[in-house]
């Protein structure tokens, strides 16, 4: 993974009601800050970058495709929401500041999963080679 710290960007109108992610993201050791639209997200991540930034694929001004064409090129991970029936999947779209779209999908579980071992290996810090 190339996230090299702990901060995590929510992008969307529906997370200001989600305690149990923000409960999960500080148990997991990530601070997080919020933004309800495109030009919000833009805005604080050109000021200061998140490492991690997950975002609804529709915002109230703009998509999430809009958001990765704003963000290329910035070092951070981005996670698309995608809803699905009565859940959604996390599509990689972003990766360190390269297009990562066209990998697989994560559910739900698969991106808890990805995610706590995110938080696992930053604890521990980057691996030298």
Not at 10 to 23: E, K, T, Y
Not at 68 to 75: I, R, V
Not at 95 to 108: E, F, Q, R, S
Request: glycine share 10%.
């Amino acid at each position: 993974m190339t996230v090299s710290g702990k901060e995590v960007l929510l992008v969307g109108q529906n997370w200001h009601s989600a305690q149990i992610l923000a409960d999960r993201l500080h148990l997991w050791g990530f601070r997080g800050r919020l933004a309800s639209n495109m030009r919000e997200a833009t805005d604080l991540l050109n000021s200061h970058p998140d490492d991690l930034v997950r975002s609804n694929t529709h915002l109230p001004d703009g998509t999430g495709l809009g958001l990765l064409t704003a963000l290329a090129g910035l070092p951070i991970r981005i996670f698309l929401c995608l809803p699905f029936e009565d859940s959604w999947y996390w599509l990689p779209a972003i990766d360190g500041g390269k297009d990562c779209l066209g990998l697989p999908a994560l559910c739900p579980s698969e991106f808890a999963s990805a995610f706590e071992e995110m938080a696992q290996r930053l604890a521990v810090g980057p691996s030298v080679n």
